[in-house]
Antibody, heavy 124, light 113 residues
Framework: EVQLVQSGAEVKKPGATVVISCKVS????????MHWLQQAPGKGLEWMGS????????RYAQKFWGRVTITADTSTHTAYIDLSRLRSEDTAVYYC?????????????????WGQGTLVTVSS | DIVMTQSPDSLTVSLGERATINCKSS????????????LAWYQQKPGQPPKLLVYWASTREYGVPDRFSGSGSGTDFTLTISSLQAEDVAVYYC?????????FGQGTKVEVK
C-alpha cells in the first residue's frame, strides 16, 4: 500500500523557518518526483515545487523562489520542504503529492497519491 | 503561467440531478505530439487531501463512480456529475499538468439543494 505520511502541525513566528517532512512507503522513492502544494484556509491549491529524488534536481514556483528548499533523503525515503522568512500569508495546509500512475509524467504529473497535509500557522 | 478559471464558483443541485463544472485554460493544454489533453479533475472534502477523479481530461481514475465524467479539449473542459449523490458534496478543482508551474482552478463548491 502506498503511503505518504507527513509530519505534524507547526506554529511559527513571523520570520522563522518551518521544515515539513513526507515519509513514503509502498513504492520506489527514486522513481517519482515529489511535489509540494500549499492550500491557504478556504483557498485553492498552489504548486510550490518538486524534487527528483534520483538526482536531487528541483523546480520551484516563482512565487516561492528564494524562500523554499525541497530535498529528498533516499536513505530514509523522505522528502522535505523548508519554507523560510515566514509571514502570516504562509498560514496554510501543506501537502506532499506524487503521480504514480504509469501514464503520469513524473515532473509534471496528475496527483494520485497525497500526504495527509500539515497545517502551519504563522502567528506572533 | 497557464491560468485555470473555473465556473461557477459554487453550485447547488438537487439529489439525483446533474451537476456541471467548467474549466477554461488560458492556453491550450493539448499536446499535439500525443493528442492528449493534460487536464485533471479532483474532489476535495473538508479536512482531506484532494482525490483524483479524472486525468487526460476524460479518463476516470480507478474506483471513481461512473456518474463522474470529464470532457473537452484544448482550452475548454467540463466535469459532469450525472446524478448527484449526498457524498458528492465537495469542492472540485481542475489542474493542468502540461507545464510547470502546475496550476489549478480556484475551485467549485458543490452543495445539495
Amino acid at each position: 500500500e502506498v503511503q505518504l505520511v507527513q509530519s505534524g502541525a507547526e506554529v511559527k513566528k513571523p520570520g522563522a523557518t518551518v521544515v515539513i517532512s513526507c515519509k513514503v512507503s509502498g513504492y520506489t522513492f527514486t522513481d517519482y518526483c515529489m511535489h509540494w502544494l500549499q492550500q491557504a484556509p478556504g483557498k485553492g491549491l498552489e504548486w510550490m515545487g518538486s524534487v527528483d529524488p534520483k538526482d536531487g534536481e528541483t523546480r520551484y514556483a516563482q512565487k516561492f523562489w528564494g524562500r523554499v528548499t525541497i530535498t529528498a533523503d533516499t536513505s530514509t525515503h523522505t522528502a522535505y520542504i523548508d519554507l523560510s522568512r515566514l509571514r502570516s500569508e504562509d498560514t496554510a495546509v501543506y501537502y506532499c503529492a506524487t503521480g504514480l500512475n504509469r501514464e503520469a509524467t513524473t515532473r509534471t504529473p496528475f496527483f494520485d497519491s497525497w500526504g495527509q497535509g500539515t497545517l502551519v500557522t504563522v502567528s506572533s | 503561467d497557464i491560468v485555470m478559471t473555473q465556473s461557477p464558483d459554487s453550485l447547488t443541485v438537487s439529489l439525483g440531478e446533474r451537476a456541471t463544472i467548467n474549466c477554461k485554460s488560458s492556453q491550450s493544454v493539448l499536446h499535439t505530439s500525443n493528442s492528449k489533453n493534460y487536464l485533471a479533475w479532483y474532489q476535495q472534502k473538508p479536512g482531506q487531501p484532494p482525490k483524483l477523479l479524472v486525468y487526460w481530461a476524460s479518463t476516470r481514475e480507478y474506483g471513481v463512480p461512473d456518474r463522474f465524467s470529464g470532457s473537452g479539449s484544448g482550452t475548454d473542459f467540463t466535469l459532469t456529475i450525472s446524478s448527484l449523490q449526498a457524498e458528492d458534496v465537495a469542492v472540485y478543482y481542475c489542474q493542468q499538468y502540461c507545464t510547470t508551474p502546475l496550476t489549478f482552478g480556484q475551485g467549485t463548491k458543490v452543495e445539495v439543494k
